[in-house]
């Protein structure tokens, strides 16, 4: 499964709305998450901004823990999330959702993990079909 930033966010936030149902869903389902780092970007900073540099440190030690696939992005990567934000640059997506495309391709996955779905159900993986968003 790929993990989106408003995924985790929620994952992480306790206290925040949609945190129990996130919880529950990644608590049921026995899958890796992975990470793309520029997800693990706006992970910190909304964290660290939102929550603190406690909270950030946590989130950090967490992520870090080996339970989550931290991917890695090279510039074949990168290019081919650029054609991403290109095919869809009507929706602004940027390259931390259009890194989840090129992320889903390469681990096989369409599964991802976000509560984005203006996004997610517009953009389509890069093999085809769709993706499938949760929780």
Do not use: C, N
């Not at 870090?64 to 990567?77: N, T």
């Not at 509560?115 to 499938?132: C, E, Q, Y």
């Amino acid at each position: 499964m790929i993990a989106d930033t408003s995924g985790l966010v929620a994952f992480f936030s306790e206290s925040g709305a949609q945190h129990e149902a996130v919880a529950a869903w990644v608590d049921a389902h026995e899958s890796v998450m992975v990470v793309s780092p520029y997800v693990l970007a706006e992970v910190d900073y909304l964290v660290a901004t939102r929550k603190g540099v406690d909270a950030e440190l946590a989130v950090l030690a967490e992520l870090s823990g080996g339970a989550y696939e931290l991917a890695r992005m090279d510039a074949p990567d990168v290019a081919a999330a650029r054609r991403v934000v290109e095919r869809y640059r009507d929706l602004g997506i940027g390259l931390a959702d259009a890194s989840l495309a090129v992320l889903a391709q390469r681990y096989r996955t369409r599964t991802v993990l976000t509560l984005d779905r203006k996004h997610f159900s517009v953009m389509r993986p890069l093999d085809g079909g769709t993706f499938t968003i949760v929780p």
